[in-house]
């Protein structure tokens, strides 16, 4: 970056140094970020300089997209008409709309996300539960970028939608519990007829899964590790299944099991399994699955990056997918990794799922 951009440019020496130098330190966020916390997952800085850093960070990279599009621009260019060359003015440009894209992406990244309304149908649905309402939180990564405060306006807007049923799929925080302690407490409000029941997902074994599990279950959330709930209406039943999430070998703890989470559920009754990442989804459906709601992949935050996202898991990384006779739904992410937050073209969400008997 510093030679291929910065130092052909027509200005001053110094600047050249003071701009190399920038970059030089934005390039590294994520030493810094381990540095200050022992982890590249939990930057411990203030709230305005790990937005800076992602600003700065999300910069060179978008700078580098561009950079690489332009010499394929110039090739193409020079190939028709030799000798041409792109303009000095573009050369400008083009870093002044990798810092605003940069900006527009932190910014669509840290906000409150809107709500998502979508309905499935379910084949068995039982009619007590036709228009049932669930809300999914998933990938809220509380942080100090996403802290007390955000997590406050997300638990306030959940709870203005009256769900029946808050589920959240895994992915709570960054950081350990004595650090993130008055940032999760907002959660302790969240209110659903139902309650509100979670699975862990792959950051909360970065920093002491037990620990955060009894934390989260002592806020009055129902963790489901390989095991399910059966909630009734009437005489309907609908089963909610959950799992943990596949990084938990590599810490000593149980991994998934999508059998063991559904063993002695009800006869006949839907069964609708929380899973963090998706990869998994095609090993679930012939298991009797009805809908899988799962998150982790944020999306792909940046439309175009999120096919390379799709590859690592599994194919799946935003929204509806059809597996077998089982529906999965990859929810974008209420936020994401205070590492990379950028957002473009796929936006965070509030997700209430209304279900519905299929046809």
């Known amino acids: 970056m510093i030679a291929r951009f910065i130092w052909p440019l027509s200005i001053p020496t110094p600047m050249k140094i003071v701009l190399a130098i920038a970059v030089l330190v934005a390039s590294q966020y994520h030493l810094w970020s381990r540095l200050s916390s022992g982890s590249v997952f939990s930057p411990e800085f203030p709230f305005a300089i790990v937005v800076l850093f992602n600003w700065a960070f999300g910069t060179i990279a978008l700078l580098a997209v561009l950079l690489l599009a332009l010499d394929l621009g110039t090739l193409v260019a020079w190939l028709v008409r030799r000798g041409a060359s792109p303009p000095d003015g573009v050369r400008y440009a083009i870093p002044a709309g990798a ?43 509380i942080s100090r970028l996403f802290p007390e405060r955000w997590t406050r306006a997300v638990v306030d807007k959940s709870n203005a939608l009256a769900p029946d049923l ?35 997902g792959n950051h909360e074994y970065f920093f002491g899964y037990r620990e955060w599990m009894r934390h989260l279950s002592a806020m009055g959330m129902r963790a489901l590790e390989n095991e399910h709930a059966v909630i009734g209406r ?17 810490t000593g703890h149980s991994g998934p099991d999508v059998a063991a989470s559904i063993a002695g559920a009800p006869a006949g009754a839907p069964i609708i399994l929380l899973d963090h990442q998706p990869k998994n989804a095609r090993a679930a ?30 194919g799946f990384v935003s929204g509806r997918y ?20 950028l957002r473009l073209g796929r936006p965070s969400e509030l997700t209430r799922i209304t279900l519905r008997p299929a046809a």
Not at 181 to 197: I, K, T
Not at 301 to 309: Q, S
Not at 322 to 341: I, K, S
């Open 234 to 250: 009437g005489q309907g039943r609908l089963v909610i299944a959950g799992v943990t999430d596949l990084t938990a070998p590599g």
């Open 322 to 341: 059809q597996v077998g006779d089982m529906q999965l739904y990859v929810n974008n992410g209420t936020a994401l990794w205070p590492g990379f937050a």
């Open 99 to 141: 810092a605003v894209l940069a900006a527009v992406a932190v910014s669509q990244a840290v906000r409150v996300p809107p709500v998502k309304e979508i309905e499935v149908r379910i084949a068995g649905l039982p009619a007590q539960f036709d228009g049932y309402t669930m809300l999914q939180l998933t990938d809220l990564h």
């Open 285 to 314: 459906a012939p298991l009797g699955v009805a809908l899988q709601l799962s998150g982790h992949t944020h999306g792909g935050m940046i439309r175009g990056l999120d096919r390379i996202v799709a590859r690592a898991n599994g």
């Open 166 to 200: 808050i589920v959240v799929t895994g992915d709570f925080i960054d950081g350990t519990v004595e650090r993130r302690r008055a940032d999760v407490e907002p959660l302790r409000d969240l209110r659903a007829r139902d309650g509100v029941m979670f699975i862990p």
